[in-house]
T-cell receptor
Framework: ETGVTQSPTHLIKTRGQQVTLRCSSQSGHNTVSWYQQALGQGPQFIFQYYREEENGRGNFPPRFSGLQFPNYSSELNVNALELDDSALYLC???????????FGPGTRLTVT | DQQVKQNSPSLSVQEGRISILNCDYTNSMFDYFLWYKKYPAEGPTFLISISSIKDKNEDGRFTVFLNKSAKHLSLHIVPSQPGDSAVYFCAAGSGAGSYQLTFGKGTKLSVIP
């Protein structure tokens, strides 16, 4: 059984640029969530996708957007990058319902 | 507004003794609680969960206790091992919120050999 994978591992971008992060869900999981983890903080929920539709969103501006594909893989897009967007971005997948989420290793984004 | 709080940033325990990590929450809608362990440069690893219909769940060395009236949960690790040294996150979710998770800030556990 393949776990959650994310790419790239690390990324450096300049303020104002756009970035796309990718995630492959664990086999059998149809729900994917994205989290932002700043240094010294817990992961903060960005949004969640189920059956290619966004079905939950945290307190993040619209320049954070996402997609889920028919194979349940997902993308996180961030436009107009700001310095405060520098963080570890985590993807997690699960079956729909009250089941544990399994996390990928994360993408470390640095905005300069 | 922090809905999930882990008030101890760090905890040190001798190998073989019990580690107790605490978590408080404010949102009475939460009905599902989880603990995750995180090593540096890795994603969080699921440890154990508990539904609000239970007050205890056990898995090997890990036990989670839930006190709904106090809005408090704790994770007990017995016996503690040096490999348990990591940051532990408490998380909560609800069906009303499609089980998106709200995390605490974490507690760094150090198990001293």
């Amino acid at each position: 059984e393949t776990g959650v994978t994310q790419s790239p591992t690390h990324l450096i971008k300049t303020r104002g640029q756009q970035v796309t992060l990718r995630c492959s869900s664990q086999s059998g999981h149809n729900t994917v969530s994205w989290y932002q983890q700043a240094l010294g903080q817990g992961p903060q929920f960005i949004f969640q996708y189920y059956r290619e539709e966004e079905n939950g969103r945290g307190n993040f501006p619209p320049r954070f957007s996402g997609l889920q594909f028919p194979n349940y893989s997902s993308e996180l897009n961030v436009n107009a990058l700001e310095l405060d967007d520098s963080a570890l971005y985590l993807c997690a997948s699960r079956r729909q319902g009250p089941y544990e989420q399994y996390f990928g290793p994360g993408t470390r984004l640095t905005v300069t | 507004d922090q809905q999930v709080k882990q008030n101890s940033p760090s905890l040190s325990v001798q190998e073989g003794r019990i580690s107790i990590l605490n978590c408080d929450y404010t949102n009475s809608m939460f009905d599902y609680f989880l603990w995750y362990k995180k090593y540096p440069a890795e994603g969080p690893t699921f440890l154990i969960s508990i539904s609000s219909i239970k007050d205890k769940n056990e898995d090997g060395r890990f036990t989670v206790f839930l006190n709904k009236s106090a809005k408090h949960l704790s994770l007990h690790i017995v016996p503690s091992q040096p490999g348990d040294s990591a940051v532990y996150f408490c998380a909560a979710g609800s069906g009303a919120g499609s089980y998106q998770l709200t995390f605490g800030k974490g507690t760094k556990l150090s198990v001293i050999p």
